[in-house]
Nanobody, 126 residues
């Protein structure tokens, strides 16, 4: 089993920055794609950003391109999401996800990910 724990969420104003962190434990995760998703009430969980096992590839949803940066530190089993120029529409619960398949792609659908964190709330006021 793998445990994922997110941190770093909070209440900020539009234009501010936040850095989310995701700590993985239980089993080595260095060989697998990890991603961030977000969800607002009444909506499906949506892909935000993903990174392959060695950081060689990243992918972002169009709404965050140029503002968010995903990275990972395999030595620490950590994944990060640096969020700059935050907008009120970025308000959501953000989830870290681990794809438990040694395939170097970044899926954007939730059913491709085997492990999830509990989520961290990000609220951006206007």
């Amino acid at each position: 089993q793998v445990q994922l724990v997110e941190s770093g969420g909070g209440l900020v104003q539009a234009g501010d920055s936040l850095r989310l962190s995701c700590a993985a434990s239980g089993r080595p995760v260095n060989s697998f794609t990890m991603s961030w998703f977000r969800q607002t009430p009444g909506k499906e969980r949506e892909f935000v950003a993903g990174v392959t096992w060695n950081g060689g590839r990243t992918d972002y949803t169009d709404a965050v391109k140029g503002r968010f940066t995903i990275s990972r530190d395999n030595a620490k089993s950590m994944v990060y999401l640096q969020m700059n120029s935050l907008k009120p529409e970025d308000t959501a619960v953000y989830y870290c996800a681990l794809r438990w398949k040694p395939i170097v792609t970044i899926p954007i659908t939730t059913n491709e990910y085997a492990y999830w964190g509990q989520g961290t709330q990000v609220t951006v006021s206007s």
